[in-house]
């Protein structure tokens, strides 16, 4: 199995690109805000405590996350490896996320850390709420709390990864198509 972070501030391109990526390389695509919107979507309790946080843009509280990865990492065996997309987003994830593949004898293998300038992501996040209807895209407040949020509590994971030998910076301004051509040269060195 070979597993890959994809990594990069809101509205940087990770659930487009992974989506795509996870097809090509026959990955599992495990987006932890996907699953917490389907917990909000099917009216779950969990979902009704997460919507309001996720609202504010803030970070959902770790072992809720973690507990959701957990799960999902067992019994998929089909698949060339895991597509982590918007987890880990602090270091104790990261670090969390590590020993649970190292306890089933794996790695992260990569984290792909997508770079895109402030005034494009929040132009990509505004353009997105009018399809979407995210609450979390909807007030540019809110996505200026999101970047905050990502600066002082995700950023940190570029060290981690770094300090391991993890860390790959790609490039994500330009079309979903020039960055998608990007990450699968970066991904085709490692599988
Ligand atoms: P996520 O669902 O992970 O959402 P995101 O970071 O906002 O979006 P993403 O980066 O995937 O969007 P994309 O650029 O692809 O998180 C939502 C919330 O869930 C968080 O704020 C938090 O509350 C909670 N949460 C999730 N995971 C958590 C965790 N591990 N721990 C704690 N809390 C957690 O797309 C954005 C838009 O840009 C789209 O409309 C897309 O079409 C467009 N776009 C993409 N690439 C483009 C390009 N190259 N050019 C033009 N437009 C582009």
Do not use: W
């Amino acid at each position: 199995m070979v597993n890959f972070l994809i990594f990069g501030p809101p509205g940087s391109g990770k659930g487009t690109q992974s989506v795509m990526l996870a097809e090509k390389f026959n990955l599992l695509h495990l987006s932890t805000g996907d699953m917490l919107r389907a917990e909000i979507a099917a009216g779950t309790e969990l979902g009704k405590k997460m919507s309001t946080i996720m609202s504010k843009g803030e970070l959902v509280p770790d072992e809720v996350v973690i507990e959701m990865i957990a799960h999902k990492i067992d019994g998929s065996k089909a698949y060339a490896g895991f597509l982590f997309d918007g987890f880990p987003r602090t270091v104790a994830q990261t670090a969390e996320l590590e020993k649970m593949l190292n306890d089933r004898g794996m790695k992260i293998d990569c984290m792909l850390a997508l770079d895109v300038e402030h005034d494009e992501l929040v132009k990509r996040l505004i353009g997105r709420a009018e399809l979407s209807g995210r609450p979390d895209d909807k007030d540019p407040a809110v996505i200026e709390n999101r970047i905050d949020v990502y600066n002082e509590k995700t950023l940190p994971i570029i060290n981690y990864c770094n300090e391991r030998g993890l860390y790959l910076p790609v490039n994500g301004m330009g079309t979903i198509e020039d960055i998608f051509g990007r990450l699968v040269e970066a991904m085709s060195k490692i599988i």
